[in-house]
């Protein structure tokens, strides 16, 4: 039986990369895929299920896709992921459009899912978490000059408002060979830059007890011949170190970058998120990593109105981030999840309150980021190109300070009679003015 199969994948980076292997078995099966998940008679909806608004996005999704498949445009449901593996039998009962519903688990028999809705059986299947592979092929859905690379999922750190343990279990960490090897791949397939994720890329390699392995992983990384750029994202504060430090600020092949989610400063609330430390060993961390790494950019996730959140927590949380100038910052406000310990503590604080105070915290890092971008003016910055924007008329790419998606882009045009950039270039941009959240300027190189 013929037929084409269509995704729509959700979240974040660690789910994507589910969703390309899950791509990648059902084109080794000849299945037919196609980008318009509109144009399908199957539709995998592989869903986030972190906090609420993630779950939100996903349902109505998959609600969109309900009124395809009675309309007749689409045939068959499936619906895979966090969402799926989190609300297994709710999942089931209450969405009954959804043909097929698959945990982590089950990923890897997504083929026969597929064939087996399309012949008309509803198919549930939510095996052992055992059974969910980080290996295996993966068909790229980011642009083919940059990847995510996946060392490790799940997450020993129990923190107390973070359902990723409930659904992604405990840390496991790929094989380092295995790494190194998916790497090696994908530089043969064009990727320049590495984006290096895990739930605590700090902590890959130390599930047996001893040091992390991170720092020998970024030295073999890095002896990748075609490998321009690597970039670190989810390195938790309580476990860098100088051995990490020394191997970023040595190699030049790591961009001087680091995503260091400290969700507060207040050592009350960080206490009740079960998480170390506190305003002032944070403050001390920061100054010593900008030490060891002239130069890097930091960007960092907070959270306002996490229970117990007084006016003084909050005040000292507004002070840190007008103290710490992070160049890149997100702040969101706490989202009670159930079967987290944070769900049912007291001190629970209002929607209207928790809004506000994100707001006030993003006000203030709006003016310093827009002083951050006014200090590149002048200067000439190594740019990724992605693309060429048709409506603003010039290109436009990224710098070693963003991170796809999450920060700013980098427009810039080219001289009369130069030449112009491809996808997957690295150009020079001597930057001219900022665009609120981006730069502008002209291709020098």
Partial sequence: MAFKVGMVSLGCPKNQMDAEQMLARLREAGIELTADAGQADVVIVNTCGFIEDAKKESIENILEFAQLKEEGQIRKIVVTGCLAQRYQDELVAELPECDGVLGLGANADIVEAVRKVMEGEKTVRFPGRDCWTLDGPRLLTTPGFFAYLRVGDGCNNRCAYCAIPLIRGPLRSRAMDDVVEEARTLAAAGVKELILVAQDLTLYGSEKGGPSKLPELLDKLCEIDGIRWIRLLYCYPEH??????????????????????????????????????????????????????????????????????????????????????????????????????????????????????????????????????????????????????????????????????????????????????????????????????????????
């Fill in 240 to 445: 860098i170190d100088d051995r990490l430090l020394s191997v970023i600020a040595a190699q030049d092949k790591i961009v001087k970058y680091m995503d260091i989610p400290i969700q507060h400063c207040s050592e009350k609330v960080l206490a009740a998120m079960h998480r170390s430390g506190g305003g002032k060993q944070l403050k001390a961390l920061i100054r010593h990593i900008r030490e060891r790494v002239p130069g890097i950019v930091l960007r960092t996730t907070v959270m306002t109105g996490f229970p117990g959140e007084g006016k003084p927590e909050f005040e000292e949380l507004c002070e840190f981030v007008g103290e710490m100038r992070f160049e890149r910052l997100g702040c969101f406000a706490f989202s009670p999840e159930e079967g987290t310990p944070a769900c049912t503590m007291e001190g629970q604080v209002s929607d209207r309150v928790k809004n506000r105070r994100r707001d006030i915290v993003m006000e203030t890092q709006s003016r310093i980021a827009g002083q951050y971008n006014e200090a590149q003016v002048g200067k000439t910055l190594t740019v990724l190109a992605e693309g060429f924007d048709r409506i603003a008329g010039c290109w436009f790419g990224r710098s070693e300070a963003d991170a796809p998606d999450i920060d700013g882009k980098v427009f810039f045009t080219v001289p009369e009679g130069g030449k112009k950039p491809r996808p997957g270039d690295f150009v020079r941009v001597r930057v001219d003015e900022t665009l609120d959240w981006d730069l502008m300027g002209e291709c020098v190189d």
